[in-house]
């Protein structure tokens, strides 16, 4: 079928390099090659047994209907309360919406409020979809620019000066995923100072990796000053719970826009899977023990890693303070070959990587940031220790 069926907006779009990368590992997998496979974001746990448990029971009782689109009460109502417990924030339930995801959540959001030409500003590096996201909305990403020197965390006056009159709103992600930074309180005040002379501003505030924090409580936009009463909280399950197959994320809004995108999704999707309700309800009232045990095994593994990879030669690695990432600059091999194959960009690295130690990760251009790579922790000791000794061998062979 010729490629003129298919609209612009599709031909247009492109697609995911971590989705791309996890492919060509599994395609050498598949050939017998013993591949190590660093690249997807996602806990290599198992969801908690009582989390599962609720699902099976809601089987059981036959909660197996149309649920309401926007979602079961008791999940919104267990949403309210997190954010009351965790982040002293005041919400009621219509101001909340269950979606399929965070990323439908987050897409959900940018079709509610972006029209053609709105400028949305993208701290970069960025998660992936977040471009392609907003061009599907009509919108104009606009990226800031902060790299390994200043933690990858963007400044107050790098923000104001991006701000323009077409300006609609800014994505937001502390825990980062692809760098693990997380933004200090103080470092928020500053922004919100900016954000405050701007009305007109949107936070859309990505929190999915709020539970897994190395450096103490969750902090975001949302509570600072008047800026809640513009602020979208995106989050959910799937990081946090090891829940990322059951598609449950959500929004926390200001009542017009959570009302915006119960309409749009009534007419897209309807409500969420019913069952992964279910089970979500009971992650988030049931008992947390897990949470923090799957959040001190990672900070164990990133300590792990970094003490493995701090004697890499050229290979510049700020301490992740959350998330399960580490986002190396590389750019000290840009220009350096080994065996025929020289290193000029982060998907020539990233492909050198699984070629050659048939270690697989995700190049920093996909994320906005070409001078570096992306490597997921969230893999067993044995693994992450057999991974990148085999990446330092490799990076050891380019001169």
């Keep these: 079928m010729s490629i003129e069926v298919i609209s612009k907006r599709i031909n247009q779009l492109s697609e995911s390099q971590t989705i791309q990368m996890n492919q060509k590992s599994r395609e050498l997998q598949e050939k017998g090659v013993d591949v190590i496979n660093l690249t997807l974001g996602e ?37 309210v309360k997190k954010l009351q417990n965790d982040n002293d924030l005041e919400y009621s339930a219509d101001q909340i919406v269950v979606s399929a995801g965070a990323k439908h959540s987050l897409a959900n959001t940018l079709q509610c409020i972006i029209n053609d030409g709105d400028e949305v500003i993208i701290p970069t590096p960025y998660w992936v979809s977040y471009i392609e996201l907003v ?68 936070i859309i505030s990505d929190e999915i990796y709020e539970k897994i924090n190395f450096i103490g409580k969750h902090v975001g936009l949302a509570e600072f000053g008047s800026l809640k009463d513009r602020t979208i909280i995106v989050n959910g399950v799937s990081k946090g719970y090891a829940m990322t197959g059951w598609r449950i994320g959500y929004i926390a809004a200001p009542l017009a826009i959570s009302k915006a995108v119960t309409k749009l999704q009534g007419q897209y999707t309807s409500g969420v899977c019913s069952i992964a309700q279910a089970a979500s309800i009971q992650a988030l009232i049931g008992d947390q023990q897990c949470v923090e045990d799957m959040r001190l095994t990672f900070e164990k593994r990133r300590n792990l890693v970094l003490d493995i990879v701090k004697d890499i030669p050229g290979f510049i690695v700020d301490i992740p303070d959350g998330a399960f990432y580490i986002f190396p600059d590389i750019s000290a091999y840009f220009g350096k070959s080994a065996n025929g194959v020289t290193i000029n960009s982060s998907m020539d690295m990233s492909m050198y990587l699984l070629e050659k130690a048939h270690v697989a990760s995700v190049p920093g251009s996909a994320f906005g940031s070409d001078k570096c790579i992306r490597f997921s922790y969230a893999a067993a000791d044995e693994k992450l220790i057999d991974g990148f000794n085999r990446v330092k061998t490799a990076l050891a062979q380019l001169k």
Excluded: C, R, W
């Design 135 to 202: 061009k599907l909305a009509e919108g104009k990403p606009v990226l800031v620019e902060a790299g390994v020197e200043t933690k990858f965390k963007i400044t107050p006056d790098q923000l104001e000066e991006a701000i323009t009159s077409k300006t609609k709103a800014i994505m937001f992600n502390s825990p980062s995923n692809p760098t693990g930074s997380i933004y200090s309180y103080d470092e928020l005040q500053a922004l919100a100072d900016v954000l405050e002379k701007y009305p007109q501003v949107h």
């Design 43 to 79: 806990p290599d746990f198992n969801t908690p047994e009582h989390v599962k448990q609720a699902a099976i029971d809601a089987i059981n009782n036959n909660l197996s209907h149309y649920p309401p689109v926007a979602g079961f009460p008791d999940l919104k109502k267990a949403i």
